[in-house]
């Protein structure tokens, strides 16, 4: 009985994958997203920009539209956000004349005018480039092409901060003001102070002992009747081999998250906005969705693996080893895979 509770669990753990990832359907995406886009504008027409512009933002993400787009442009201008409306405003622009919208294209280019004699620019210079070097601005990493370059920036209050392997890391607050240009200069790191040897614990003076009188040598106790031999009962051989393929999945798990950051940023590299990605950008973002499902379903039959392979090892740990009867059948493990329609499924047979 409890092996087919064990092997329940892992089908079950599968299909609720599987099911899971079925029910995010690009219409599911494109409802949310003009839910979000109406209760946004209602925020932006009561004067809420800060919890306007994020329903904005998520709704561009689930589906991307000029028209979107353009009102979470405004919305940042609505903030004081100049640098990041400029840039929205500039994406919008570009939606604008693809899609042969001459009005869009019109207010687009009208705010990027008014918005960039009010951009602040930012000047970062580094001093030292040592060896992996990483200079962020708001805990955003800076590229080496953005070094010593004006950057436009939203006015307010930033933090810039530099680190490297075996160095002592930096950091300086700054406050930016509208139309300001500012230039700051990062400083060439210090290599990590070593810590200092501990000093040796000090030693006892030995002293010398009188020898104890020799004693006659006491007689071996008799050795107690320790019953009969204990072993591994069935139940904890299952749980070895249900925790190693837990274990396995787990690994397999490791592998495709880390493709899925890897395709992500190779993504993220062919596809600068929303709105403009090549075609190799939206394969590698598929591929990325692809692993990380993998990923999750394989993590989690990993955690149940191991979690009921743990279980069945401790309890039953200390039953005792029967032997076996004349004629009886041996014991033996069964294990088959085959594919559903939904997925697939891995069943453990033990057989004694």
Known sequence: MRQRVVLSVLLAGLCWGTQALAQQ???????????????????????????????????????????????????????????????????????????GRPDRIEAAEQHIAALEPLLPRLTVSVAGRVEGL?????????????????????????????RAPGRQPWTEKLEIKASEQKSVAVPLLEPSAAPAPEPPAPTAPVVAQPAAPAQPPASAPPERDRGPARGLGPNATLGWIVGGVGV??????????????????????????????TNRGVQLNEDAWTSAWVADVAIGLGLIGVGVGTYLVLTSSGSATKPEQAGARPSELVIAAGTTPHGGDVRLRWLW
């Open 248 to 277: 396995a999945a787990l690994g397999v798990g490791s592998y495709f998250g880390i493709q899925t950051f890897s395709k992500r940023d190779q993504s993220d590299a062919e596809c600068p906005t929303d709105t403009t990605c």
């Open 134 to 162: 990483v200079v962020s601005l708001d805990g955003t990493a800076l590229s080496q092409a953005a070094w010593d370059t004006p950057v436009p920036i939203d006015p307010g209050t930033h933090e810039l901060a530099a």
């Open 25 to 99: 359907t690009p219409e599911n995406d494109r409802v949310l997203a003009q839910s979000l886009f109406e209760q946004g504008k209602k925020l932006m027409q009561a004067g809420d920009y800060n919890a306007a512009c994020p329903k904005l933002e998520a709704s561009q993400r689930l589906d991307p539209a000029g028209g979107t787009l353009l009102n979470v442009a405004l919305c940042h201008e609505k903030q004081g956000k100049t640098a990041t409306a400029w840039a929205d405003f500039k994406a919008a622009l570009g939606v604008a004349r693809r899609d």
